[in-house]
Nanobody
Framework: QVQLVESGGGLVQAGDSLRLSCAAS?????MGWFRQAPGKEREFVAT????????YYADSVKGRFTMSRDNTKNTVYLQMNSLKPEDTAVYYC???????????????????WGQGTQVTVSS
């Protein structure tokens, strides 16, 4: 069982930056970031493989967000630049049980989720 704890959310203005962190209780392999805005379904943001060498992004965040990881700290990050009001959501990190190398765009492929951190971007 892996426990995930997100942090770093907050209230910012449009154009500002935030860095989210997701600390895992143990070693993880592929990881993902998702977000859910009020009244909307959870959506994919980014995923990275076990080494961080391959990372994929949703079109809506490509070029603005960067996912990275530090396996010595069992932590993944989401650097969010040029934030927009439509980025407002609860952000979740997730992973899957076992040695999962590739990551996924689909939330159903993930077994473990953090509690989420709120990001609010004002216009």
């Amino acid at each position: 069982q892996v426990q995930l704890v997100e942090s770093g959310g907050g209230l910012v203005q449009a154009g500002d930056s935030l860095r989210l962190s997701c600390a895992a209780s143990g070693r993880t392999y592929a990881m993902g970031w998702f977000r859910q805005a009020p009244g909307k379904e959870r959506e994919f943001v980014a995923t990275t493989n076990w080494s961080g060498g391959r990372t994929y992004y949703a079109d809506s965040v490509k070029g603005r967000f960067t996912m990275s990881r530090d396996n010595t700290k069992n932590t993944v990050y989401l650097q969010m630049n040029s934030l927009k009001p439509e980025d407002t959501a609860v952000y979740y990190c997730a992973t899957r049980a076992g040695a999962w190398s590739s990551g996924s765009y689909y939330s159903n492929d993930y077994d473990y989720w953090g509690q989420g951190t709120q990001v609010t971007v004002s216009s």
